[in-house]
């Protein structure tokens, strides 16, 4: 696993970056992570991550973040707009605000980094050393996520994938938290949520905040590189839905009217990954029951007409919670995802 051990902690230097705000002062505060990068651009340049805090007296800290994966947009779009309407006065406690996590990625509209293609969600527990993507993870690992009690980091499918709206946790060792993190997720206000299963949880941000003992929620709203009205509205109510759940702001999370539909991702045989190389047809829509057996996608081959496309068919029942988005598909993407309908 990646979390930090004493021994570890001994042997790290200190960060090399340095924040224009003070996290523990009243009021509200927008500034920069300032992170040295000399580059051809810039000799004695540095990146300049934006980044808002507000405190109002005593109370939780929550820590929300958007633009871990730079083309992942409902999450960076919603705390833009939270940072220019929510007020320290509005709250009790602390929200520390990031929407873009990753910035070069951001700035770029790549899901990694452009400098050191770092993938931020793979990059945990980080390196003060390291490659850019890596001296930003450790920043979080050993300065942000020790601050806070609540973390919540908005992801989506970004260019390559697209998901049916979800908010989602993890199985954890400490029951008790697990439970809080499935009720923050409940919170949020997402017509679905997933417990979800990865495939290489070591490095991700989740696992580093869920070790350090906080309550993390994370989500999957829509993807494709781009937003929609809807998962904007998803995204929105969940960012005030969250700091509610965490007691930061007042009021009860709003709600969706219908039953939410509870999903889980128990294994690995979740995934539907492409052995063949062309162009992708999903035979069933995102939201789609599927019973195991079913034909869910062709593909195609490209390199000659008249011959047979490869069928993709579930290894499993259950919802299409996530697909790919671009027609063109190569050996090793994920196909699809089905998950578990928890009745
Ligand atoms: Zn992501």
Redesign the pocket.
């Known amino acids: 696993m990646n979390h930090s051990t004493p021994a570890r902690e001994a042997t790290l230097r200190d960060t090399t970056i340095t924040p224009t705000v003070d996290f523990d002062r009243e009021g509200t505060q927008y500034g920069f992570l300032k992170l040295p990068y000399s580059s051809d651009q810039s000799a004695w340049g540095c990146i300049m991550i934006p980044v808002t805090v507000l405190k109002n007296g005593d109370g939780p800290t929550a820590l929300l973040t958007g633009g ?2 730079g083309d ?1 947009y409902e999450g960076i779009t919603a705390l833009l707009k939270l940072t220019q309407t929510l007020k320290a006065e509005d709250i009790q406690g602390r929200v520390i605000i990031v929407p873009a996590m990753n910035y070069p990625a951001v700035c770029s509209g790549t899901r990694t980094s452009p400098i050191d293609k770092g993938n931020m ?1 793979r990059a945990f527990p980080g390196d003060p050393q390291g490659s850019i993507t890596e001296r930003i993870a450790d920043y979080f690992q050993r300065y942000l996520i020790p601050q806070c009690d609540y973390a919540l980091d908005i ?1 989506s499918g ?1 260019k390559t994938l697209d998901f049916i709206p979800f908010s989602a946790a993890h199985r954890l060792p400490d029951k008790k938290q697990e439970a809080l993190c499935i009720e923050g997720a409940r919170c949020f206000g997402t017509p679905a949520t997933m417990i979800m299963f990865e495939l290489d949880a070591d490095s991700l941000y989740d696992t580093a905040v869920e070790s350090q003992g906080k309550v993390f929620v994370t989500t999957e709203l829509r993807g494709g590189g781009t937003t929609t009205p809807d998962s904007m509205r998803l995204a929105d109510t969940g960012v005030s839905n969250f700091l509610k759940f965490a007691g930061i702001l007042p009021g009860k999370p709003v709600l969706p009217d219908a039953p939410v539909m509870q999903l889980d991702m128990p294994d690995a045989s979740c995934y539907v990954i492409s052995t063949h190389k062309g162009i992708l047809e999903l035979t069933r829509n995102l939201g789609d029951t599927v019973i195991k057996g079913d034909l869910i996608a062709r593909i195609h081959p490209l390199e000659r007409t008249g011959t047979e496309p490869a069928e993709y068919h579930a290894q499993r029942s259950g919802i299409l919670a996530a697909r790919r988005y671009p027609a063109l598909a190569d050996m090793g993407d994920t196909l699809a995802v089905i998950a578990d309908l928890i009745p």
């Open positions: 871990n994966h992942e969600n992801h970004g």
